[in-house]
């Protein structure tokens, strides 16, 4: 429990970055802000598992382990999408979406 | 057996206990463990072999792959491994099987694809990434908390982007790549954003736990709307769908056939086992929305499919209409639900990859994808155009092949429960879907071209891989033991 500082204003943090990120994730044009704004969905989620855990049960450690475990997958995506962004950018000398559009609905 | 059990606030200390655990009993994860060993022998047998004898990597690896899921039928130990997180029972051992058999169709299907020059340096991980993703779906299946699920759930979907990637020369395939990672990423977030309300909710990963402690409140009623999200993306559920025709079209046909059938099975596996059991008490919540999806992905789904010319596109939206078909098996919410969905999975392996097995062998032959460049291929090629036929068939669901009887015990198990209504729309669907796919047959026997897909021979790799797709499509449908059997598991799994 942290001094002074309610659970609502945590949840209310992650949520923000949860939207945040969708938000980024549609609107943005650069590949690798793309995969930023996938970061800030994954963190959230790390916020709201260590906070339900932190207050609500504080005699166990599942939420802390699952942020643990959401932290080394992330790393992994990330890396792979970077390969791939490169990948991309290689072929094309840009990493802008609007030019991976040689497939479309 | 294993003394623990997994209890609320009991996951510090007591699971790291191993002292009253013997190594007899990891052989519950005899499949997991096979395929590692497979994937560590892959790995050897690359560094062993010399440059200029690296295509005999494609035997050595379908005869061990071989072996290994002729392994994974031999009857599996039942229990629980690592405090809860992994269980094992007749129908995980089952599923696991079903799509063993899906991906040595689908490594038979690869060598013609895998033997041209730009692949041939590269033979070795092209199968080391697919058993991997194949580990990572096995462990899914068999999680029994939401940690290990989410984790094998990554393990079976990020080497797929690189699969996706994986030819060089074609600039769509890396673009295929970057797409599939994206959603893919996006969607686990999404899913996992759910998952993290549930765990605030009940105070538990575990299956088990939150089944006995979920109660219907709002914050519950959110994070199952995020999770079904996210495990729409994966299951490529309209209105979830929109990776899914790009992707497809971009990545080798041999990786398309890979995700269309072998990881949405995986995944819809994975997703009516956590209905049914850790959403159990809450079916009035959650039948509503799957029958919203399912008759939205039915619909649009088919809609789409009218209007496509490439095959591969084509086919992806024809599996997103099937997968539409699968939540129907979900609504009925019982055994036969259960079963229909595992026996609809089965048939839907033998035809789809009979499908893309005869689309990959033209492909490789003459570089034709498109519908109108089948026009008049029964003259230079029937015995293709007959399997062709035979498998768009069995996909539409007409009585004599085992798409039929699949489709047949899906529609009574959700009539078992009562929507009918939702039955006289998959009807209807079915129906349109029949017009879709005669497009391509026509194509096939009535329309004449002037330069028809030359006649070729197929490789025995790929011809083995389209008779077992053919003796499946015809036996899974007639031996009526083979639905008997999946029905008697999965009586015992769930009740």
Not at chain 2, 136 to 161: H, R
Not at chain 2, 305 to 322: C, P
Not at chain 2, 415 to 437: D, F, M
Request: net charge neutral; proline share 3%; hydrophobic share 55%.
């Amino acid at each position: 429990m942290i001094e002074g500082i309610p659970i609502q204003h945590f949840l209310i943090v992650s949520t923000i970055m949860f939207f945040i990120g969708i938000a980024g994730f549609i609107m943005r044009r650069n590949l690798i802000t793309i995969l930023m704004a996938i970061e800030l969905i994954l963190n959230s989620v790390n916020i709201n598992f260590v906070i339900f855990n932190r207050y609500l049960y504080p005699d166990q450690l599942q939420g802390h382990f699952f942020a643990i475990f959401v932290v080394g997958i992330a790393a992994a995506e990330a890396s792979v999408a970077i390969a791939l962004i490169i990948n991309i950018y290689r072929k094309l000398k840009n990493i802008d979406v609007e030019n991976v559009n040689e497939l479309r609905y | 057996m294993l003394s623990y059990s997994p209890s609320l606030g009991g996951g510090r200390g007591e699971a790291l206990k191993f002292g009253d655990m013997n190594l007899s009993q990891f052989l519950m994860m005899r499949h997991e463990l096979l395929l590692t060993a497979a994937a560590l022998i892959i790995l050897i047998a690359e560094i062993a072999t010399a440059d200029s004898a690296k295509r005999k990597l494609i035997p050595f690896t379908i005869a061990l792959f071989a072996m290994v899921t002729v392994a994974g039928f031999f009857p599996v130990p039942e229990g629980t491994l690592f405090g809860g997180s992994y269980q094992s029972n007749p129908l995980t051992a089952l599923m696991k099987n079903v799509l063993n058999i899906g991906v040595l169709i689908i490594f038979l299907q690869a060598e013609g694809w895998l033997k041209r020059p730009e692949n041939s340096d590269r033979i070795s991980e092209y199968f080391l990434l697919t058993v991997s993703t194949l580990i990572g779906m096995n462990f899914m299946i068999s999680s029994g908390d939401f940690l290990m699920f989410y984790i094998g759930l990554e393990t079976a979907t990020i080497p797929i982007a690189g699969l996706a990637a994986f030819d060089r020369i074609r600039s769509r395939s890396a673009e295929a790549g970057i797409k599939l990672i994206l959603s893919s990423a996006l969607s686990s977030g999404v899913l996992l954003f759910g998952l993290s309300l549930i765990y605030g909710v009940t105070g538990s990963i575990y299956f088990t736990d939150i089944a006995q402690t979920i109660t219907s409140n709002s914050m519950v009623a959110l994070g199952f709307i995020f999770f079904v999200s996210g495990m729409g993306f994966k299951i490529s559920l309209v209105p979830f769908h929109f990776w899914t025709a790009d992707v497809y079209e971009g990545a080798p046909i041999n990786v398309t056939s890979y995700l269309s059938v072998i990881s949405k099975g995986a995944a819809s596996f994975i997703f009516t086992i956590i209905l049914f059991t850790v959403f159990k008490t809450l079916t009035e919540m959650w039948k509503p929305v799957i029958y919203t999806l399912a008759v939205f992905t039915m619909t649009v789904a088919n809609l789409f499919a009218l209007r496509q010319q490439n095959m591969k596109r084509f086919l992806a939206f024809s599996s997103i209409a099937q997968a539409g078909f699968l939540l129907l098996g979900i609504l009925g919410n019982n055994d036969l639900g259960m079963s229909a969905v595992v026996y609809f999975v089965l048939i839907y392996i033998f035809t789809n990859l009979g499908a893309f097995g005869v689309v990959e062998a033209i492909s490789n032959a003459s570089g034709v994808e498109t519908i109108d460049g089948y026009n008049g291929m029964y003259k230079t090629n029937p015995k293709l155009s007959l399997l062709m036929t035979l498998a768009l068939f069995s996909l539409a669901g007409i009585p004599p092949v085992a798409g039929f009887f699949g489709k047949f015990f899906l529609f009574t198990a959700a009539a078992g429960s009562g929507y009918y209504i939702l039955v006289l729309i998959a009807v209807l669907n079915a129906t349109v879907s029949l017009y879709y796919y005669l497009r391509v047959v026509r194509a096939m026997f009535i329309e004449k071209s002037d330069n028809p897909v030359p006649t070729f021979k197929s490789s025995a790799y790929m011809r083995t891989a389209l008779i077992i797709c053919v003796a499946g499509i015809f036996a899974v449908g007639f031996a009526s033991v083979i639905f008997d059997t999946i029905r008697e598991i999965s009586q015992n799994f769930l009740y």
